[in-house]
T-cell receptor, first 119, second 114 residues
Framework: GAGVSQSPSNKVTEKGKDVELRCDPI?????LYWYRQSLGQGLEFLIY????????KSGLPSDRFSAERTGGSVSTLTIQRTQQEDSAVYLC?????????????????FGPGTRLTVL | AQSVTQLGSHVSVSEGALVLLRCNYS??????LFWYVQYPNQGLQLLLK??????LVKGINGFEAEFKKSETSFHLTKPSAHMSDAAEYFC????????????FGQGTTLQVKP
């Protein structure tokens, strides 16, 4: 599999429960991004990991949201005490390092997403 | 702050007709601009991008876009629509530098009628 993979593809949970969403980036890609796609808000940036640098968390909507990236590869997005407004498709993307390790020029490759439904 | 506006949430064209999807951006620094396409139940796929250099950029599937700084626009065009072009299209902007994140427009759904 050469692309970005995400699991699960669909997740239905009850309000108040915690969920974990997983992203496997393309091998060798140092940058990893999480976005959220919802009917009311469109596509929103959540968080960005670049190599060993501190992540850019500026898009996380509340402190119920957190993400980590272990070993510079797999990432997990965790939503605690889920609310109905968290229902959305969560997209992960990765990109390869460019000159001097930055990735601004490089294409972000997106995974198929995880559709989260909070009842 | 950067933002992207896509004019028209739905565009309908006949097969063989010109496709024009509009995108305007605001950015205080030279932007990098992107168009992505999303087919049903799939992730986003890059159509084309503008970073520096030639302002008319060509992408996959016969699409192209022109960066017009004076108009702060990056409209997407295709001379002749195919049924397979029916999808949702997103314009996005990224700051030059090392921030990485994309700011997306609200998306435009393209319908192609036979």
């Amino acid at each position: 599999g050469a692309g970005v993979s995400q699991s699960p593809s669909n997740k239905v949970t009850e309000k108040g429960k915690d969920v974990e969403l997983r992203c496997d980036p393309i091998s060798g890609h140092t940058a990893l991004y999480w976005y959220r796609q919802s009917l009311g808000q469109g596509l929103e940036f959540l968080i960005y990991f670049q190599g060993n640098s501190a992540p850019d968390k500026s898009g996380l909507p509340s402190d119920r949201f957190s993400a980590e990236r272990t070993g510079g590869s797999v990432s997990t997005l965790t939503i605690q005490r889920t609310q109905q407004e968290d229902s959305a498709v969560y997209l992960c993307a990765s990109s390869s390092p460019g000159l001097a390790g930055e990735s601004s020029y490089n294409e972000q490759f997106f995974g198929p997403g995880t559709r989260l439904t909070v009842l | 702050a950067q933002s992207v506006t896509q004019l028209g949430s739905h565009v309908s064209v006949s097969e063989g007709a010109l496709v024009l999807l509009r995108c305007n951006y605001s950015s205080s620094v030279p932007p990098y601009l992107f168009w992505y396409v999303q087919y049903p139940n799939q992730g986003l796929q890059l159509l084309l991008k503008y970073t520096t250099g030639a302002t008319l950029v060509k992408g996959i599937n016969g699409f192209e876009a022109e960066f017009k700084k004076s108009e702060t626009s990056f409209h997407l065009t295709k001379p002749s629509a195919h049924m397979s072009d029916a999808a949702e299209y997103f314009c996005a902007v990224r700051r030059s530098g090392n921030t990485g994140k994309l700011i997306f427009g609200q998306g435009t759904t393209l319908q192609v009628k036979p």
